[in-house]
């Protein structure tokens, strides 16, 4: 038998997460007052159904103990070894149609066998169809005495009030980690296992607060009667907290060796996908951290906005590692923006091929490229863009790096500052893909007219539609520089 089975509660004593739930139901046992319909809500895994067959032994036992069932009578036994014909469990997702409630009400005209009351638990009520749900409120209304009904769901809004109306709700509360740790040592201690801490932490962030899911993945790493975070480590292929924190602080300081710490655990077949996960609820407990020191935070909840995306993007897409790894260039490349004038010249590079750029038009000098980390080298810029090699392409093998970047300054009008602009523009919310696009593009002002010689055919389309046009016109107004027209090369 799983643990959770094994542990799950069979007495209201063990029910120690939802207090409020035991103690009405109790002292609703004590006092003979229970009622004909009960409706028990909310999260998944929180022990609903498990309170429903409790609710339903308690009614039904012949020697209750502090007004818990004594597991010891024949109804208790019966029902531990589903012998008793009186309590029916049924999965309203399989029992969906109108005629499964019909033939529940056929059957509960008849009085119970061994019961004193015939107790009907749906689950999962909310997957009845409508006319379910109509028969079913004829017998809510009008219930034998001797039948009682306990619905339980997920989804509340999806059950009419018709049906609520005529039911005692109880909504129950998640289960905090606090409980999900304790239950986990309560069975750690049974079943004599030596768990570290380290363990604990680690079952208990990726259950979501489930406990289900805890003792599921608790159960799995047991070895030898016990539980090792090395081998959580080793089995589930995930990053120890050493190196999850080495990686965020250097996505925090916008350090863009993490490209090459992140190709490192795809080559060592780690979970990347586990590992953005860890890194979310690290990034998570970070920031909220900070906020108790009254730290500024934009840069974490930033971070932490794109992991998240990306996380959720990876779910839809042919390869996870190439969308978890697109959104680490999209955040370092924002974080490339100057920041300090103090630090930076305010230059922009902008990339072209050299074949392409007249230059009795364009002032073209070499620069000398920071070797830095924390640069995005000209070889992460063409991965991001997806060159193959043709025409249109950034690279060019026989053309040394420095001599493809560009000296923004040199505009043909002194009133025009092409580091502004795209800065503007990011202030404006506009898309990744366009700021990136202009950054790595040749741009020109000279007689009212703005000439943007695009690096790449993915780049030119980033720039050239009707919605990138509008927004550099717009932030061009607001700069005060007359653009009679945008032509895009």
Same mark, same amino acid.
């Given at each position: 038998m799983s643990l959770y089975l094994k542990y799950r509660p069979s007495d209201f004593d063990n029910l120690m997460w939802q207090?409020?739930?035991?103690?009405?139901?109790q002292k609703a046992i004590a006092q003979n007052k229970t009622v004909w319909a009960y409706l028990l809500c909310w999260p998944r895994w929180t022990w609903k159904t498990t309170t429903a067959r409790l609710l339903a032994k308690s009614i039904n036992c012949l020697n209750?103990?502090?007004?818990?069932?004594?597991? &010891?009578?024949?109804?208790?036994?019966?029902?531990? &070894?589903?012998?008793?014909?009186?309590?029916? &469990?049924i999965d309203a997702a399989s029992h969906t149609w109108v005629d499964n409630i019909r033939e529940i009400i056929e059957r509960a005209k008849f009085t119970p066998n061994k019961t004193k009351f015939k107790i009907? /638990?749906?689950? &999962? @009520?909310?997957?009845?169809s409508k006319g379910a749900f109509n028969a079913l409120l004829k017998i809510l209304e009008e219930p034998p005495s001797h039948v009682k009904f306990i619905l339980a769901t997920t989804e509340t809004n999806k059950v009419p009030e018709t049906i609520i109306s005529r039911c005692q709700r109880y909504d129950f509360k998640r289960i905090n980690d606090t409980d999900v740790k304790n239950?986990?040592?309560? /069975?750690a201690e049974k079943e004599w296992i030596t768990v570290d801490d380290k363990s604990y932490d680690? *079952?208990?962030?990726n259950s979501a607060w489930w406990l289900r899911n805890a003792i599921s993945l608790f159960e799995q790493m047991i070895v030898d009667n016990s539980i090792s975070y090395s081998n959580i480590v080793d089995k589930l292929w995930i990053i120890d907290n050493e190196k999850i924190d080495n990686i965020l602080n250097k996505l925090l300081n916008q350090n863009s060796s993490v490209i090459d710490d992140i190709n490192l655990l795809i080559e060592d077949w780690k979970n990347l996908k586990i590992f953005f996960k860890d890194l979310i609820f690290s990034l998570k407990n970070? /920031?909220?951290?900070?906020?108790k020191l009254w730290n500024d935070i934009n840069n974490h909840i930033f971070i932490l906005d794109n992991l998240n995306k990306s996380y959720s993007e990876s779910k839809n897409t042919l390869d996870e590692n190439i969308t978890l790894m697109l959104w680490v260039f999209k955040i370092i490349s924002n974080y490339s923006e100057p920041t300090n004038n103090s630090n930076y010249d305010n230059k922009t590079h902008n990339i072209a091929k050299k074949q392409d750029i007249n230059k009795e038009d364009i002032n073209i000098k070499s620069n000398e490229i920071n070797n830095d980390d924390n640069n995005i080298k000209i070889d992460d810029i063409d991965d991001?863009?997806?060159?193959?090699?043709?025409?249109?392409? *950034?690279?060019?093998?026989?053309?040394? @790096?420095?001599? @493809?970047?560009?000296?923004?300054?040199?505009s043909s009008s002194s009133d025009f500052d092409v580091s502004k602009f795209i800065g503007d523009l990011k202030n404006k919310w506009a898309k990744w893909s366009l700021t990136m696009a202009l950054r790595w593009s040749m741009i020109k002002y000279e007689n009212n007219i703005i000439l943007i010689k695009s690096s790449t055919s993915f780049t030119k389309k980033s720039i050239d539609n009707a919605d990138s046009i509008a927004l550099m016109k717009s932030v061009l107004d607001d700069m005060w520089i007359i653009v009679e027209k945008i032509d895009v090369l």
């Open positions: 207090k409020f739930v035991k103690e009405t139901l209750l103990k502090d007004w818990n069932p004594c597991n &010891e009578c024949e109804i208790c036994k019966d029902f531990k &070894e589903d012998k008793l014909v009186d309590i029916i &469990e009907y /638990i749906i689950d &999962e @009520v909310h997957m009845l239950r986990l040592k309560y /069975i680690y *079952i208990v962030s970070n /920031i909220l951290s900070e906020i991001i863009f997806w060159n193959s090699g043709d025409d249109n392409s *950034i690279k060019d093998n026989n053309t040394e @790096v420095n001599d @493809v970047f560009v000296d923004t300054k040199n």
